[in-house]
């Protein structure tokens, strides 16, 4: 069983920056593939990017590659995403996830573990 917390979000500027943290409880933390969701008011949740067990192989929304980076530090059982030059289509409750398993997915399904989510607004 894995528990996951995100923190982090907040309201910052269209080319701002901000760094978003998901702290997870569990014994299996450092073998589970994790990921970050996204998901704007009427719109349905998206993938931005995931990070393997050992952060050896990431995988990015096309639209956040160059914009967003996915890191996590298993001493500490926390996954990050840095995101860069913000624009106000980001805007979206940001939501941590683990699967049960070393690979890394983009499809939410494959996610048993999720956070509570943690809002970002960026504004124009």
């Known amino acids: 069983q894995v528990q996951l917390v995100e923190s982090g979000g907040g309201l910052v500027q269209a080319g701002g920056s901000l760094r978003i943290s998901c702290a997870a409880s569990g014994r299996t933390f450092s073998t589970n593939a994790m990921a970050w969701f996204r998901q704007a008011p009427g719109k349905e949740r998206e993938f931005v990017a995931a990070v393997r067990w050992n952060a050896g192989d990431t995988d990015y929304l096309a639209s956040v590659k160059d914009r967003f980076s996915i890191s996590r530090d298993n001493t500490k059982k926390t996954m990050y995403l840095q995101m860069n030059n913000l624009e106000p289509e980001d805007t979206a409750v940001y939501y941590c996830?683990?699967?049960?398993?070393?690979?890394?997915?983009?499809?939410?399904?494959?996610?048993?573990?999720w956070g509570q989510g943690t809002q970002v607004t960026v504004s124009p």
């Open positions: 996830a683990a699967r049960r398993t070393v690979a890394i997915s983009r499809y939410s399904g494959d996610y048993a573990y």
